[in-house]
C-alpha cells in the first residue's frame, strides 16, 4: 500500500517485500512547495534491496528534483541496495549521473587515510617517482649539453646574457649583506672563544677558513634558490600553464636547449664567482669585528688570512658553488616544466623549487664534508 503523505500528486512510493518503487510526478519548481529530501526517506520502508525510480507523470522539474534523487542515490548506497534509473528521462538522467560522477569523487576524496604504514609506504613509492622523474630530467639536460658541445644547441644569446644578469646583479644586495653579518657573527664567536686564552689572532683563520670552505658557499646557495631557482619555477610554470611550452615542441623547438640550458649554464657560471665575493666579504666583515672588539690590528688580521690562506679551502668553495648552482637551476626548471596548468601550480611550484634546492644543497655540504674529511682534503 502506498504511504500517504501530502505530496501524494508529486511523489508516491510503492512496495513490495523488499522491493520499491518511487514514483515521481507533478511539475518540480523552486517556487512551489515540494518534499524535502528528508520526507521522500522516510516514506520508504526500513528493510528494502532494491529501489526503482519512475517518471511517468512527471511534467516539468528542475534542481529541486536532481537535489532529491541525489539524496536517494546516496540512501541507496549506505545501505546497499541497488538503485534502478532506467525508466528516468534522458535529460533528467544525463544531469543526474553528471551529479553521481561528482558525488563518486568526492566520496573518494573523504576516504580514509590508511594507518601509518600505508602513508609510508605511499609517500616512499611517491619520492621515488619524483626521484625518477628528477633523473630523468637530469638525462635530458645532460643530452642537451652534448648538444650544445657538438654545435648543434640553438638558443638565444640575448636570453643567456639577461640570465646571467638575473644570476649576477640581482641578488648581488642581498649577499654583500647577509656575507658581511655572518663574518661578523664568526668573529664574534671568535673573540668569545679566544681572549680567555690571549690568542685572537686565531678570530682571522676561524673566519677565513669557514667562510672558503662552507659558509661562502652555503649562503649564494640558499639565497640563490631563494631568488633565481623561484624565478625560474615562476617563469617556466607560466610558460607551461600558457601552453607556450607545447607552442615551441609545435614548431620543433625543444624546450630543454631553448628554455632549461641556458638557465642552467648561467648559474652554474655565476655561483662560483658569487662564492668568491661572498669569502671576500666576511672575511672583510670578520676582520671589522675583530679589530672594533679585540686587540688585532689590520696587518695582523691580513698577515694571519694570507697565511691561512689554503688552495684547496678556496678550491673546495668554488667547487661547492658550481654543485649548488647546478641544483638550484635543475630544481628550480624542472619545477617549473613539471607545473600544473591551474591557478595555485605556479606558486606552488616556485615553493618547492626553493624547499627542494634547499634540501639538497645541505645533503650535498653534507656528503661533501664526509668525502673531504676522508680524503684529506
Sequence with gaps: ????????????????????????????????????????????????????????????????????????????????????????????????????????????????????????????????????????????????????????????????????????????????????????ILAYIGVSLFSAYGTEILIADVVAITMMREMGAILVGVVMAGHTGAAYAAQLGTMEVNEEIDALRTFGISPMDFLVLPRVLATVIMMPLLVVFADLLGILGGGLIAMAISDLTLTQYVEETRAIFILNNFYLGIAKGALFGLIVALTGCHAGMRCKRNASAVGHAATSAVITAIIWIIIADAVSAVLCNHLGI
Design 1 to 184: 500500500m502506498p504511504k500517504p503523505h501530502p505530496h501524494n500528486e508529486m511523489i508516491e512510493v510503492r512496495h513490495t517485500g523488499n522491493e520499491a518503487e518511487v514514483c515521481l510526478g507533478g511539475a518540480w519548481a523552486v517556487d512551489n512547495t515540494n518534499p524535502r529530501s528528508r520526507d521522500v526517506l522516510a516514506m520508504l520502508p526500513p528493510k528494502i534491496t532494491s529501489i526503482r525510480i519512475t517518471t511517468a507523470t512527471l511534467t516539468s522539474w528542475d534542481s529541486t528534483l536532481v537535489i532529491v534523487l541525489y539524496s536517494l542515490i546516496d540512501h541507496a548506497e549506505a545501505i546497499g541496495a541497488s538503485l534502478d534509473l532506467s525508466a528516468l528521462g534522458e535529460g533528467l538522467a544525463k544531469l543526474l549521473r553528471m551529479a553521481t560522477q561528482g558525488h563518486d569523487g568526492d566520496k573518494r576524496d573523504r576516504t580514509p587515510r590508511g594507518g601509518f604504514a600505508t602513508r609510508l609506504g605511499d609517500g616512499t613509492l611517491t619520492l621515488l617517482n619524483r626521484s625518477g622523474d628528477v633523473l630523468e630530467f637530469f638525462g635530458e639536460l645532460t643530452l642537451s649539453f652534448g648538444r650544445l658541445v657538438r654545435g648543434k644547441v640553438n638558443f638565444r644569446g640575448s636570453d643567456f646574457l639577461e640570465f646571467l644578469q638575473g644570476c649576477s646583479i640581482s641578488p648581488i644586495g642581498i649577499i654583500t649583506l647577509l656575507s658581511l653579518l655572518l663574518g661578523m
